[in-house]
């Protein structure tokens, strides 16, 4: 079997669905798209195929990011009875053209589509595949081969992210250096209805467990902690903390085995909400993704939540927020909408996702406005994602001007806030100060390897920071190095050497990079090939 996601490049306009503002990068794409030099960026595998591939026994490739040619050749070489393609709405085009090129060069091989792609309506009409799969691929593919689809999942040990770089340098990929994906589960049952993964995986109360308890995902994080030697894991579950008991026996089970672990998790407001910051603290909470929505969203997960006081308390924790707001909700209106943005800008979150409302196909969302006939049509599938334009009628925002407030929001947040690079080591000082002297030592042990980092290369990225950051916003240049003198009380020696060595590197590099980035420089994610049970097959 060959499984393959969607061919490159990717952060470039093309006739396949590629858009130059679609890289295949969570920061970028996203998040920090409008901090230029500063945006840390990265890669991330196609999870979803590492899963099915770990959790069947026929031979398997996995052909991750491929270019055309690679796919080509890749049919061409051997033999596949069957061709899983993965991929999202937005790729529709190159599935459509990946499964013309299998029928060419590979004509007895079963096609098989999977992911976010299958919620297009009549998709069948669309690509030339044998088979549709919507929802979970993993219990589809053991069944349709004939393996117990009810069997434990096997979690493949994901290393997060891949070639890291920032402020124009490079990191190094050693071993442990990176977070470990781990995927406790899909979907979510808050079933907000814009939300496609909740509805992807069954909507409102309903959700896949791969790992209900609290200790099977405890033996699951040990052995990825022993195979690639981590602390830290990027929880891929889109609410987390919702699952209380799961929670609560997994932080048994660390203080059991005295684990320090950091955890990179996703989580809705009324789920933080039913822990204290000492459980989040023990736990390992170090990053969240939250959605923030608006102030004046009616979404159950938000009700009765003061945003502020509690962003505010996160952070003091130690905890980096990625806060996800979304512009033009059905109540914004030109007039009010700059107000809402500063107002969450004005929550200071380490990051800030902002996100356009968009009835995304497979969504209650759409289907209400479909109805409702509100959905324009002739819009490309490539451009509904959030990030460009409305794909809807919006009963006082044009379309042009819902991306002009889409990117002056994340310019904004840019201008007013800083770097989140500055802001996330903010909230690590913080955390290390209230955690220092802490009773549990696994939480110490944490706080210290972060300050660690920060009086080393993140330090060292402060001052550089702060001389380039001068030319958008002097004042948060000012709070730059105050945060910088403040890591330099706390570490006089190192942190102060480690800035006047290698900060002025880092100045040099991000100054390249500036320059690199306004000639159009993009990045691709290379091409990744893992053969399994392979032996077996010749
Ligand atoms: C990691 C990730 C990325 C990575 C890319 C990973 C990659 N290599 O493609 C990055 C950060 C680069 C990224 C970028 C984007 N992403 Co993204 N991403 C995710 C994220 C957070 C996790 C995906 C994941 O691994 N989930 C866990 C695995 C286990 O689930 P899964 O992939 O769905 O796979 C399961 C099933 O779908 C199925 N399956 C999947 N493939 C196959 C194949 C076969 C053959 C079969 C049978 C079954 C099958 O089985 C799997 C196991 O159950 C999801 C959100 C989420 N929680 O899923 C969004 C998500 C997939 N991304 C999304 C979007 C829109 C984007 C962007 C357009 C950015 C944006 N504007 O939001 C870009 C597109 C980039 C591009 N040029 O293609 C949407 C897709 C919406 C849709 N309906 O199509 C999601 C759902 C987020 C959201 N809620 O809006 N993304
Ligand atoms: S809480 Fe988050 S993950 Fe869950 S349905 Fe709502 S938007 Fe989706």
């Given at each position: 079997m060959l499984l393959s996601s969607v061919f490159g490049p990717y952060a470039q306009d093309d006739d396949f669905g590629s858009r130059a503002i679609n890289p295949m990068e969570l920061f970028h794409n996203q998040v920090t798209r409008e901090q230029g030099c500063f945006s840390p960026r990265m890669f991330h595998r196609s999870w979803g195929i590492m899963m099915i591939q770990a959790n069947i026994s026929a031979p398997c490739t996995v052909l991750d990011f491929p270019t055309r040619e690679r796919f080509a050749r890749e049919l061409k070489a051997n033999h596949y009875d069957v061709v899983g393609i993965s991929a999202i709405i937005v790729n529709v085009g190159k599935v459509q053209e990946m499964c013309r090129m299998v029928r060419e060069l590979s004509p007895e091989s079963v096609i098989i589509v999977g992911g976010h792609v299958a919620a297009i309506p009549n998709v069948e009409a669309l690509v030339d595949a044998d088979h549709?799969?919507?929802?979970?691929?993993?219990?589809?593919?053991?069944?349709?081969?004939?393996?117990?689809?009810?069997?434990?999942?096997?979690?493949?040990?994901?290393?997060?992210?891949?070639?890291?770089?920032?402020?124009?340098?490079?990191?190094?990929?050693?071993?442990?250096?990176?977070?470990?994906?781990?995927?406790?589960?899909?979907?979510?049952?808050?079933?907000?209805?814009?939300?496609?993964?909740?509805?992807?995986?069954?909507?409102?109360?309903?959700?896949?467990?791969?790992?209900?308890?609290?200790?099977?995902?405890?033996?699951?994080?040990?052995?990825?902690?022993?195979?690639?030697?981590?602390?830290?894991?990027?929880?891929?579950?889109?609410?987390?903390?919702?699952?209380?008991?799961?929670?609560?026996?997994?932080?048994?089970?660390?203080?059991?085995?005295?684990?320090?672990?950091?955890?990179?998790?996703?989580?809705?407001?009324?789920?933080?909400?039913?822990?204290?910051?000492?459980?989040?603290?023990?736990?390992?909470?170090?990053?969240?993704?939250?959605?923030?929505?608006?102030?004046?969203?009616?979404?159950?997960?938000?009700?009765?939540a003061d945003l502020t006081q509690l962003t505010r308390e996160l952070r003091e924790n130690g905890i980096r927020v990625l806060g996800s707001t979304i512009v033009g909700l059905e109540h914004h209106t030109p007039g009010n909408i700059t107000g809402e943005i500063e107002h969450a800008i004005g929550y200071q979150t380490d990051f800030h996702q902002f996100m356009l409302y968009t009835p995304v196909p497979g969504t209650p969302l759409y289907q209400d406005m479909e109805q409702e006939g509100r959905l324009l049509q002739n819009i490309d599938l490539a451009d509904i994602h959030g990030q460009f334009k409305f794909n809807f009628i919006h009963a006082a925002i044009s379309r042009d001007d819902s991306k002009r407030f889409l990117d002056w929001a994340f310019r904004r947040d840019f201008e007013r806030n800083g770097p989140s690079l500055f802001r996330m080591c903010r909230t690590m000082l913080l955390g290390w100060r209230r955690y220092k002297d802490y009773p549990d030592p696994r939480v110490r042990e944490r706080f210290a390897r972060q300050m660690q980092k920060l009086r080393g290369a993140y330090n060292a990225a402060l001052w550089a920071m702060e001389r380039e950051f001068k030319r958008v916003n002097e004042s948060v240049s000012e709070q730059i190095r105050s945060l910088r003198k403040e890591i330099e009380k706390e570490s006089p020696i190192k942190a102060r050497l480690n800035a006047a060595l290698i900060g002025p590197v880092l100045l040099y590099l991000a100054r390249r990079e500036e320059k690199r980035l306004a000639k159009g420089r993009t990045y691709e994610p290379p091409t990744i090939i893992e053969r399994t049970n392979w032996v077996a097959a010749s």
């Open positions: 549709i799969v919507r929802g979970e691929g993993i219990a589809w593919m053991r069944k349709y081969l004939g393996e117990d689809e009810h069997a434990p999942i096997r979690h493949p040990a994901i290393v997060s992210g891949l070639q890291e770089r920032f402020m124009g340098a490079r990191m190094p990929g050693l071993k442990g250096r990176t977070a470990a994906t781990i995927i406790p589960s899909v979907g979510c049952p808050m079933g907000c209805n814009f939300c496609t993964t909740s509805a992807f995986f069954g909507g409102k109360g309903k959700f896949i467990n791969f790992y209900a308890s609290g200790d099977e995902l405890f033996e699951v994080m040990c052995a990825v902690e022993a195979e690639l030697k981590v602390n830290s894991f990027f929880v891929m579950d889109e609410n987390f903390l919702l699952y209380r008991p799961r929670a609560l026996r997994l932080l048994e089970r660390m203080k059991e085995a005295g684990k320090s672990w950091e955890l990179y998790i996703f989580a809705s407001v009324n789920a933080i909400r039913k822990y204290s910051m000492q459980e989040l603290a023990e736990l390992g909470v170090s990053w969240l993704w939250m959605g923030l929505e608006s102030p004046h969203s009616s979404y159950g997960k938000l009700q009765g």
